[in-house]
Each structure stands twice: as C-alpha cells, then as structure tokens.
C-alpha cells in the first residue's frame, strides 16, 4: 500500500487503526494453491485466530478457502460470515466433550486431539466422521537436524499411542475420515516437513477410510529485509509428488489439505498509530504511541520484529528510535530502531500487522480496541468501529452495596 492511501485512511478514520489490503490476501491464496495445481484435490482453510473480522472470512471464503477454526465461536463467526458447515475444520485443544458435540451437530468437521474424547465421542456417535490429530514428535532443530519424540507438545495424539486409536476405533465402530498435523513448526525446512508428511503418510494406512488429509500449517512469511520465508513454489513441487504417490498406493484420490494463518494475512495488514511524544533521555530517543500492547502485543509477548515506517515523512532524515506504547508496562516495540525522522503528530505504520494482531488486542488501561479498515479496489472500507465507552461498561453490574462514609465534622 502507498504511504498516501495509508495517511488518508489515518486521517478519515483516526489513529490508532489497522488497515488490511485484501490484494495481497488475494495474492497470497493463489500463490498457495498454485503450488499445489498439481494435486486433483486441494482444500485450504484459512485458520481464523490469525484475523477474525467477518469481511476477511468473506473475502477468503470468496477465493473457494474454508475455515479452520478453534472454538465454537469461531465456528459461529464463520457461519455469520455465509461459509457452509461443510467448509469448516474444528480442530480445538482442550475444549469439553460437549462443545465438540455441539459443533458436530452443526455439520462441521470436527477434528479430535486426545484419546478420552475420542473415546467418548466414538462411543455416542459412531455414525458422525471424524479427523485425528497427530502429533509426529518431529521437531526442527538447528543445521536441519531433526530431532524427534523427545519433546512434549500437549497438541495431538502421540504417534506412538496408534495401537489405542485402532482399539478405540474398532470398539466403537467409528469413522475416521481424515488424519492432520499442525506442528507449528516452520516449513522453512522443507525437509524436516516432508519427514513429519512421512509420518502423517505411515499414519494414514491404518485407516481405510479416509477423505483427506490434513498437514496444518507452518508457513513462514517475512518479518524484515533479509528474513527467509517458505519456498512454498519448492515445498508444493516436493509434496505434490510425495501426496500423488501416496494416493496411488492407498487406492484413491485424498484432499490435501492446508490451514494457513500468517501466510494469508500477515503482509496484508498495517497498523497505524500516532506519535504523541518525542522523549529525549540521556540513552535514547523514545517515539511515544497513541497504542501499546493492548492493541499489538507480538513485540512483547513473542519478541516479534515488526517493521515502523514513518508515513508522515518517508523519506527523511534516517534516526535512531525506541518505539513506546502509552501502557502503563513497559511496551516497547522497538529498541534504537532506524525511523526516518519522527515529529510528534506523525503517523508511523507497524507492517505485517495482519496475523495475530487485532485477534490479540484488549482493553487493558481501559482503552478501546481499534477500528479496522479494509482497503479493497483502491477504497477504504470501514470494517469494524473503534469502540466506545459504552463497550467498557455494557457487561459490568452497577451493585449499590457500599454504604457512603459519612465524614465527621468536627
Ligand atoms: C493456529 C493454527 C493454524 C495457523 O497457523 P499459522 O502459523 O498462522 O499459519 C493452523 N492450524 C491450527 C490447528 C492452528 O491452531
């Protein structure tokens, strides 16, 4: 997006705000599923804790993506958003036998993680399929070295807990329709990831009755000049190959499926917010923001890197920055970080603030969550208000219990 288009909306609509350009969203789907033309059936579902916002489900359910989802209202969200039952993947951690039975009963894929619920699950409803999630102990490490089953991730049922899914599966009589993984690790070592599709591959044998299977995501996108992102062009050439063989072994043609978060909407987005101070200390200059970490918590909760330009002034003077939120904790974005010269009032611009941004914010401080904007074929759509002071109070109970103190005169 152009510094002009990113101003103008900072200037129709406030600061501080996200804005996402659904062109690189776009871009990104069918760069994707480029990479996999060459697999008859593939099916991407864009995991919707990235990015919530209903236009963003329109808009990714509009180029043929489902949903991935990990809570019921996530589920409903999605519903709210037009997506069909059909077009929903489930795959929660540790939600209650119940919910995933309510989800079920909508018509949406569910997909189970542990071998109690299966258990449970299997024994109510043999007739309703199911996904299992696997979770293959593969790790990557340093030099490409794989390391696997020594870590312990609470995601999955253990590759080596098979022989309990089959007893499981043959007790009750149910029907696993798809195998997943989603080890989060990053596909940036193509290797490593084929090794775990191996797994994923041996797995998927023991089920005779599959429709597709499913290998999560791990997609890697950059942060800043220099970062390595996924070869998806290499990776979907390595996989096609490996997935095609494997359906001509197993005697019929799988999905393949993805669940990309970050991939889909990381570099769409942007986060505008206002420079309210300029603060000289003796060891730096601190650029002070109308937002911290109530709004963009990445920086502080992960040591995420994002990139801050300065929209107001471009292509100034290039100076040394700490980049401060206006939270009472210490919210730092940016440590002695080279800003073209910032004046107070400026608008600077937070890049890849697409992915696991908005999704995280809060009111902590009592400050509204930002208005959100989606810049579609050159125009500025507003797509969520900022909220209100009544959004601070609409859940609270006024309770008159406190007896006034009434102060002695002397
Ligand atoms: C979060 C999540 C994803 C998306 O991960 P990204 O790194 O954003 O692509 C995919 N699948 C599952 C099960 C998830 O929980």
């Known amino acids: 997006m152009e510094n002009k288009n990113l101003l103008a909306i900072a200037r129709e609509f406030g600061s501080p705000v996200y804005v996402y350009d659904s062109s690189k969203i776009v871009s990104q789907y069918n760069r994707l599923n480029d990479a996999f033309k060459k697999v008859k059936q593939v099916k991407l579902n864009y995991a919707v804790k990235a990015l919530s916002n209903l236009a963003i ?6 180029l043929g993506a489902g949903l991935d989802t990990v809570s019921i209202q996530e589920v409903q969200l999605g519903l709210a958003a037009g997506v069909k039952p059909g077009d ?13 039975e309510e989800v079920a009963a909508m018509g949406v894929q569910i997909n189970i ?36 089953g020594h870590i312990d991730s609470k995601f999955g049922i253990s590759i080596h807990q098979i022989p309990h899914i089959l007893r499981i599966v043959e ?16 596909i940036l070592d193509v290797e490593v990831f084929l090794y775990a599709s191996e797994i994923l591959f041996e797995t998927a044998k023991h089920f005779k009755d599959l429709d597709f299977i499913d290998f999560g995501s791990g997609f890697k996108v ?3 000049e220099g970062d390595i992102e996924t070869n998806v062009e290499e990776f ?25 978060g970050k991939f889909l909407v990381s570099e769409a987005g ?33 040591g995420s890197h994002h990139e801050i330009i300065n929209v107001s002034n471009p292509e100034g003077r290039q100076r040394f920055y700490s980049v401060v939120g206006y939270i009472c904790e210490t919210d730092t974005f940016a440590t002695n970080r080279r800003i073209s010269e910032i004046t107070e009032g400026d608008i600077i611009a937070f890049k890849n603030a697409g992915a696991y941004c908005f999704s995280m914010a809060s009111n902590y401080n009592s400050r509204f969550r930002p208005a959100e904007v989606l810049w579609h074929n ?33």
């Open 171 to 186: 007790n009750t009589g149910m029907n696993i329709n798809g195998i997943h993984m989603h080890t989060g690790s990053d």
């Open 113 to 148: 993680d542990n071998l109690s619920i299966l258990e449970q699950f299997g024994t109510k409803h043999p007739n309703v399929p199911v996904c299992i999630r696997i979770n293959p102990h593969v790790l990557a490490g340093g030099n490409s070295k794989i390391s696997v």
């Open 378 to 410: 050159n125009e500025a759509h507003l797509i969520r208000q900022r909220e209100t002071f009544e959004d601070l109070t609409k859940n609270q109970v006024d309770v008159d219990i406190f007896s006034k103190v009434v102060e002695k005169v002397s």
């Open 88 to 100: 929903i993947i489930f795959t929660p951690n540790g939600v209650s036998l119940e919910e995933i």
């Open 236 to 260: 979907g050439e390595k996989l096609t190959k490996r997935f095609n063989d494997f359906c001509k072994e197993y005697g019929k043609e799988l999905t393949l499926g993805f669940e990309p």
């Open 270 to 302: 942007y986060f505008l917010a206002k420079v309210n101070v300029v603060k000289q200390t003796t060891s730096t200059v601190f650029a002070g923001v109308d937002t911290g970490l109530n709004h963009l918590i990445r920086p502080m909760f992960y």
């Open 57 to 62: 489900l329109k808009l990714v359910n509009s």
């Open 222 to 224: 950059p942060y800043k």
